[in-house]
């Protein structure tokens, strides 16, 4: 048996843009563990382009075959805005 430096009981996790860098890394990843892809809404006017991107590039296999699908995680922007009750108080 050949030793790739595949560990079939490994995962990472990677967070996913649709960026060149983002999408190097999860490629990158990919040859020697399964990777689960990030990606991080907050609310921005941005965000659909970017799911489409991703979208695309996890549809199309380019990022390798190891790769599972997208998870999401979501942030409030209004408390990214705004700050704690603490740094509006002082």
Not at 55 to 60: D, G, I, T, V
Not at 70 to 86: C, I, N, P, V, W
Request: neutral net charge.
């Amino acid at each position: 048996m050949v030793d790739d430096g595949f560990d079939e009981g490994q995962e990472t996790a990677v967070l996913l843009s649709g960026g060149l860098d983002s999408a190097v890394l999860v490629a990158h990843e990919a040859q020697r563990a399964w990777v689960r892809p990030l990606y991080v809404a907050t609310g921005l006017a941005w965000e659909r382009t970017e799911l489409g991107v991703v979208a695309s590039l996890l549809a199309s296999g380019a990022l390798g075959a190891r790769v599972r699908s997208l998870a999401r995680l979501g942030s409030s922007k209004r408390h990214q805005l705004h700050g704690s009750s603490d740094a509006r108080s002082k």
